[in-house]
């Protein structure tokens, strides 16, 4: 199984070798990609110096560019799991959230006009699992449900299946239409009717695609607002992470510190996130 | 030394594609232990539950190739008719110029335009069968239907334009009209050229990742009641490609089960289309290629 990882690391390592500085290279999440690419944009601007910004499979895939030495950090919209670290053992990840953020459940205009606001968890369920096939039984209109699953192995729908299943190893084997980045999940869910799908909180603009509120036990109704998420109200927020093998290099500290202060901060909320509370470490990197 | 060169150059070629194969084959042994021949007629893919058929994604990668081929074929050879049998000289040369520039377009940008365009076309177009989505087999039919035209338009112009002018003469010359003439003189001759024209559109059409990405909806296990059962047709699929350029690539890494049904898929996806390839291009007439 090394072998091909050996073959793809030797060859990247060949392309991106450059004379005089190596460039940072970043891969992951399209959720935290928006304010690592201003980031990176403010620091070229400042130092110079080669940053380039991927998205390529999402969360899963830039933990596995990391891993194989394919980037120098990883975006990830969801923790490092122990997963992770029995695929790469020769790999320290270290996660730094830089932010957090809602993940929610959005619907096509037409369901949020027909009165659809708010699920209970129970009631998501029973969508994801094809147990309610149209939104009246919701006491939304007469449509047919259309889930847009969030593809396994992207940050949101780890988020999502933990959330509702407690594990994602846990969640029903379902066949879903399946859809990949942010960009898509919105854009497919604002053109079909009756289209419900996880997103990012951050890109439900309540104006092509609605967030919907979630019931909880008690009966009352929490939105996704950053107001909601900072006070830990809202059940599905998480922390967004920068990811890299070990102590971070000069320029991946660079890009990280920048972040965390005050200008990244700045640009953390600008895209609708929550900005990490300062020297924010998770669980995983204690010692 | 030439001979030499060629000779070394030929052979480094054959290597790699037999090598490429080779690696295929032993990356995705776990996944032939595993589920014998049933990864190729099994219709349910569970990776969670180490459950690997690939049949759904077979049958989605001929139905939208078929699709395209119904689709663009008469479009392709009327118009190759047209250069090869009507234009003449410059004008042949610049109508063939701009067709085969299309070709040339990256499919990405074919599948914004199938996004922008196509999608919502589909969806209203299906409405009366009230589909789900735009997001249909139907939908990566279509969209590969454009991307193959001018392909195939292109080497259908080079068999019909490669049957000799004398039997044209000949045959006119017997008082048949031109019409007549392109219908029992140079098509029948330009007959196997037309077939491997259809075949290389085939293969590049089976082979399309990105464009088809983002149309066919991406679902898995969608299997036909009956095997020709029209229905799937407009609804969301998965074809061979779409799996292999989806996120779960990133998750099979590392698990050499997963792994080797991924990588299994990507040897279905070669063997169709080499055979195809080889098929077209033995079937090609020989010169007719570069005419």
């Known amino acids: 199984?090394?072998?091909?990882?050996?073959?793809?690391?030797?060859?990247a390592a060949a392309v991106t070798v450059s004379p005089v500085r190596a460039a940072l290279r970043i891969n992951g999440s399209t959720t935290v990609n928006p304010v690592v690419v201003d980031a990176a944009a403010e620091l070229r601007a400042a130092r110079g110096g080669e940053i380039q910004v991927d998205t390529l499979g999402g969360s899963s895939g830039g933990i596995a560019a990391l891993g194989d030495g394919r980037a120098d950090v990883a975006m990830s919209s969801r923790p490092i799991l122990e997963s992770d670290r029995e695929r790469y053992p020769g790999v320290d990840f270290r996660a730094t959230a830089i932010g957090s953020d809602a993940l929610a459940l959005v619907v096509s205009r037409d369901v949020w006009e027909g009165g659809l606001r708010s699920l209970t968890r129970p009631q998501l369920l029973a969508l994801y699992e094809g147990r309610i096939r149209n939104w009246r039984e919701l006491g939304g209109p007469d449509r047919r449900v259309v889930f847009f699953n969030k593809e396994p192995g992207r940050g949101t729908?780890?988020?999502f299946a933990h959330w509702a299943y407690g594990d994602s190893s846990e969640a029903p084997l379902v066949s879903l239409p399946e859809v990949g980045s942010n960009e898509e999940a919105r854009s497919k869910v604002a053109s079909t009717?009756?289209?419900?799908?996880?997103?990012?909180?951050?890109?439900?603009?309540?104006?092509?695609v609605f967030a919907l509120g979630i019931e909880l036990a008690d009966g009352s109704v929490v939105r996704p607002t950053p107001q909601a998420v900072a006070a830990g109200e809202y059940p599905l927020s998480r922390p967004l992470f920068l990811v890299t093998d070990g102590e971070a290099g000069r320029d991946a500290r660079e890009l990280i510190d920048f972040l965390l202060g005050a200008r990244g901060r700045e640009i953390v909320e600008r895209h609708g996130y929550l900005p990490a509370s300062p020297a924010v470490t998770t669980p995983e990197e204690a010692p | 030394m030439t001979r030499w060169l060629t000779w070394t150059l030929s052979l480094l070629t054959g290597v790699v594609v037999l090598g490429s194969a080779l690696l295929l084959l032993l990356e995705s042994l776990p996944a032939w232990r595993h589920s014998g021949l049933g990864f190729l007629t099994g219709t349910r893919w569970f990776f969670r539950a180490s459950e690997f058929g690939a049949a759904p994604m077979v049958y989605g990668t001929l139905v939208v190739a078929v699709l395209a081929l119904g689709l663009a074929a008469p479009l392709a050879f009327g118009a190759a008719l047209f250069t090869a049998e009507?234009?003449?000289?410059?004008?042949?040369?610049?109508?063939?110029?701009?067709?085969?520039?299309?070709?040339?377009?990256?499919?990405?940008?074919?599948?914004?335009?199938?996004v922008l365009l196509l999608r919502d076309w589909i969806y209203r177009l299906l409405s009366p069968f009230d589909p789900l989505s735009g997001?249909?087999?139907?939908?990566?039919?279509?969209?590969?239907?454009?991307?193959?035209?001018?392909?195939?338009?292109?080497?259908a112009d080079d068999s019909l334009a490669g049957v000799p002018a004398g039997q044209r003469r000949a045959a006119r010359g017997l008082g048949l009209t031109r019409a007549e003439v392109a219908a029992t003189v140079v098509v029948p001759q330009a007959a196997p050229g037309l077939v491997a024209a259809l075949l290389l559109g085939l293969g590049r059409a089976l082979g399309e990742t990105?464009?088809?990405?983002?149309?066919?909806?991406r679902r898995d296990n969608q299997w036909p009641e009956w095997l020709l059962s029209p229905k799937p047709i407009a609804e969301a699929g998965q074809t061979l490609t779409t799996?292999?350029?989806?996120?779960?690539?990133?998750?099979a890494w590392g698990d050499p089960l997963h792994w080797g049904a991924i990588v299994g898929l990507a040897l279905l996806l070669l063997s169709l289309v080499v055979g195809l390839t080889v098929t077209g291009l033995r079937l090609a007439p020989p010169g007719g290629r570069d005419a």
Request: charged share 15%; glycine share 12%; no cysteine.
């Open chain 1, 157 to 159: 729908w780890e988020v």
């Open chain 1, 1 to 11: 199984m090394r072998r091909p990882a050996l073959v793809l690391a030797i060859l």
């Open chain 2, 86 to 114: 009507v234009l003449r000289g410059r004008a042949r040369l610049a109508v063939k110029g701009t067709i085969e520039l299309l070709a040339g377009i990256p499919s990405v940008v074919y599948g914004l335009l199938g």
């Open chain 2, 243 to 251: 799996k292999l350029g989806g996120s779960e690539v990133w998750i």
């Open chain 2, 135 to 155: 997001d249909t087999l139907l939908t990566g039919g279509v969209l590969l239907a454009v991307m193959i035209l001018p392909t195939v338009t292109t080497l």
């Open chain 2, 210 to 217: 990105i464009a088809v990405f983002l149309v066919v909806g």
């Open chain 1, 193 to 208: 009717r009756g289209a419900i799908s996880q997103l990012s909180a951050a890109w439900a603009d309540g104006e092509r």
